[in-house]
Nanobody, 124 residues
């Protein structure tokens, strides 16, 4: 599976962005799709995940209520809608896929394919 994440950019605090993750080579069927982010000097951290088949979602506490993950089956695309952005949301955002269980969706070690990342910069 080849993943491409895009949609990043520069936005002011309080603004919104929508990231997209597209798969090529195969569909997202039977996968769980996660979003992670990494800021300079920090470890890559879990942001959100969606189970492609059922649509169940999971969020990190830091983004809950502000970010929404969704999918478009026809386009084989997963979205991350980000609202009320804060400067601390500044990071490179990655999408990735896994087949792991629900309780391990936050664990980046469980993800097997990764996209190249897209930079989100939130100015204060």
């Amino acid at each position: 599976v080849q993943l491409q994440a895009f949609g990043g950019g520069l936005v002011q605090a309080g603004g919104s962005l929508r990231l997209s993750c597209q798969a090529s080579g195969r569909t997202f069927n039977n996968f769980r799709v996660g979003w992670f982010r990494q800021s300079p000097g920090k470890e890559r951290e879990f942001v959100s995940a969606i189970i492609w088949g059922g649509g169940s979602t999971r969020y990190a506490d830091s983004v809950k209520g502000r970010f929404t993950v969704s999918k478009d089956s026809a386009l084989n695309t997963v979205y991350l809608q980000m609202r009320a952005l804060k400067p601390e949301d500044t990071a490179v955002y990655y999408c990735a896929v896994t087949q792991t269980i629900w309780s391990e969706l936050h664990d980046r070690q469980r993800y097997i394919y990764w996209g190249q990342g897209t930079l989100v910069t939130v100015s204060s």
